[in-house]
């Protein structure tokens, strides 16, 4: 599934000028997925509704990790905010429930 969104994230320097070729082209590869995971986030949001980390990892295929790393990411960009709410993760706790903002 192949989704394309332009998400206004400016993303942080993952290379330094002066790190060589192949730390420049892991850092793109990286920004790249990190931008995929994005989309893929926020489109299960707005198919599901609100959902929690593990929620959103059971239905995009992302691990919790990689949910985890994006959330703040997007919550700061103003794309989704938590809910307010909590729902049990797959440990038993309770985790934020998250929203697309309107």
Known sequence: MQLQFELPIAPPPAARRTDPA???QAA???RELRDVHQ???LACLKAHGPLGKDGLAARTRLNRVQVCRRLPELHRA???EPTGATVPSTAGREEREWRVTA
């Open 22 to 24: 192949t730390s420049h």
């Open 28 to 30: 793109a590869k990286a």
């Open 39 to 41: 989309g893929v986030i």
């Open 78 to 80: 103003g794309l989704i």
